[in-house]
């Protein structure tokens, strides 16, 4: 559990740094609203806790709030379609990994959303056995 936790705070510092080295035009602009996180799960499984723990440190290096909004059902489709129909400006991301973007539309035939085109890779915060978030 600690080397878990360690992990998770590892790539916390690398996305912030990464956010860091945008540099000073992007950090007056960005963000200039409070972030919407949305989860495909419901509230209290793991990726809502990496989420939380993110939202948390990402919001105090921005100074602006990050609110999770959890969106499970319909295997990540309803949280994917939100975020993929939300204006592309950075103030609403998608928490979703590999069950999301690559299992649900190879499972399903018609997603109301392109997975290549409709999203772009921030970070990959945790992983598991099963997934990469």
């Not at 990726?47 to 948390?56: E, F, G, H, K, P």
């Not at 295997?75 to 928490?95: C, M, Q, R, W, Y």
């Not at 499972?107 to 085109?117: C, L, Q, S, T, W």
């Not at 970070?123 to 990469?132: C, D, E, G, L």
Request: charged share 15%; aromatic share 8%; glycine share 10%.
């Amino acid at each position: 559990m600690q080397i878990a936790r360690r992990r998770i705070f590892a790539r916390t510092a690398v996305v912030l740094l990464a956010f860091g080295a945008i540099g000073p035009l992007a950090a007056a602009t960005y963000p200039s609203k409070p972030i919407r996180l949305i989860l495909p799960f419901p509230p209290g499984g793991p990726t809502d806790i990496y989420s939380r723990l993110v939202a948390q440190k990402v919001s105090e290096a921005f100074g602006q709030q990050i609110v999770v909004d959890n969106r499970g059902g319909a295997s990540g489709i309803i949280a994917s379609e939100i975020v993929a129909k939300a204006a592309p400006d950075g103030h609403t991301l998608l928490f979703g990994g590999a069950g999301v973007l690559a299992v649900t539309p190879a499972v399903f035939a018609k997603i109301p959303y392109d997975p290549v085109k409709d999203f772009a890779p921030v970070s990959m915060i945790a992983t598991n056995p099963f997934t990469h978030t």
